[in-house]
């Protein structure tokens, strides 16, 4: 009876053995690095899981990973704190690299002045316009950017002059004597209106129509523009921000190998309508019909063909940026060449900007920001 216990004992421990190592025979191994998609950089920490199973990992310091994948099972997912999730086939892979991209961001930041909080902590009507956002073309000035875009935000041009200043107007006029311009802050600098080029009296023709005052930034310098809209505006600005602030942040260089950015855009503008008027010998024989006298200076054209033309424009931008973990830079410069519609009118304009922001000490809570523009 004992021989018979021992050998149903033995045939049973040999049944368990048997399915253990076919269990584990059916389990395999794949192995592979997770980077970060942008810079090139390994992930530490990064997630991987067996979708159906329980079974995961994460990867070490250089990015490495090795999960054991149980039969049946044919998909893995990749997942990273602010990195968008991804699913991959295993086929018949034993290594699977995976570089992730940065995913959407759950909370939008917006610039007010003070710093920069969560959108969704507000308590006054900002609006944010983000460079993917911006109106596409040849622009001499940021404001046409969002032309059209912000809510309750009109902006007109004043005039057909290349570079001429436009009308911003917030939520309406605001004041009935001391204008109705909303402040200017570039980069946490408040501008104080003014315009880079002189009006010029033309004795009895008056003034040269006015210039924009941000006629000095070069549009593809602005990663976004944020509009303050209601009193919160004069909390921060003072009366200053009285009719509204409009906040212009510029491009900065961030972490990874160099990158070079070149654009060229080219347009045409021209008269939308003309008047219908007389030539030299049609005036002439007007005078004639209604028995007028004047001069004769001869001559007979189209004056507003004399006047008027088809203007070209070209804009050439180029820069070059990067960084690492101990600071980041950004190099730029631009070359506007724009035509006016009337003849020896036009605006060229040349703009250069150098940025960067550097930190000091291994604790890194020191830091230095420049930033160099000329126009």
Known sequence: MK????????????LAVLTLSNFAYAQRTVTGTVTDAESGEPLIGANILVIGTSTGTITDFDGNYSIKVPEGSTTLEFSYTGFASQRVEIGNQS???LALSAGQLLEEVVVVGYGTVKKSDLTGSVTSVKEED??????TAPDQLIQGKVAGV???NNSGQPGGESTVRIRGNASVR?????????DGVPLDGRSARPGVSASDLGQTPGSNPLNFLNPSDIASIDVLKDASATAIYGSRGANGVVIVTTKKGKSGDPRIDFSLTAGVSSVLKTY?????DEYRQALKDYGLTGGDFGG???????????????NYNFSISGGNDNGNYRVSAGYLDQQGIIMNSGLKKYTGSINGTYKFFDSKRLSVDFNLLAS
Do not use: M
């Open 95 to 97: 290594v699977i690299n």
């Open 178 to 186: 001391a204008g109705s311009q909303p402040l200017y802050v570039v």
């Open 276 to 280: 219908d008027v007389l030539n030299g």
């Open 300 to 314: 007979n054209v189209d004056a507003q063909d004399e006047i008027l033309r088809t203007g070209g424009t070209q």
């Open 154 to 156: 009109q902006i007109l």
């Open 3 to 14: 021989l018979k216990v021992d050998f149903v004992t033995k045939l049973l421990l040999l």
């Open 134 to 139: 911006f109106n596409k073309g040849v622009f």
